[in-house]
């Protein structure tokens, strides 16, 4: 059984830093795909960040690259997203999912999803 569980978000102004994490039980993240999506209100669940099959690799979505960044604990078995500069579009519900083997930026391969954090970013 694969439980995620979000924590971290919250409301911060224009400019601020937040910092998501996602653990993890029932799955080794170390071994699985792994990522980061959003979603606000009226709009679709977007990607946001992922690791790559290849390791070191990341991606990112063009509106948060140079401002996010995906990190992952092994140890504690737990995914991070550390949020800069952030902007009133970024407020969103944010959710990490894993999948069984498919390294994606698409949802739909991912097969586990946590409840998700809010993040309100005010200006």
């Known amino acids: 059984h694969v439980q995620l569980v979000e924590s971290g978000g919250g409301l911060v102004q224009a400019g601020g830093s937040l910092r998501l994490s996602c653990a993890a039980s029932?799955?080794?993240?170390?071994?699985?795909?792994v990522g980061w999506f959003r979603q606000a209100p009226g709009k679709e669940r977007e990607f946001v960040a992922r690791f790559s099959r290849t390791a070191g690799v990341t991606y990112y979505a063009d509106s948060v690259r140079g401002r996010f960044t995906i990190s992952r604990d092994n140890a504690k078995n737990t995914v991070y997203l550390q949020m800069n500069s952030l902007k009133p579009e970024d407020t969103a519900v944010y959710y990490c999912?894993?999948?069984?083997?498919?390294?994606?930026?698409?949802?739909?391969?991912?097969?586990?999803w946590g409840q998700g954090t809010q993040v309100t970013v005010s200006s």
């Open positions: 999912a894993t999948g069984r083997g498919t390294y994606s930026s698409s949802p739909k391969a991912y097969d586990y």
């Open positions: 029932g799955r080794t993240f170390s071994s699985a795909p």
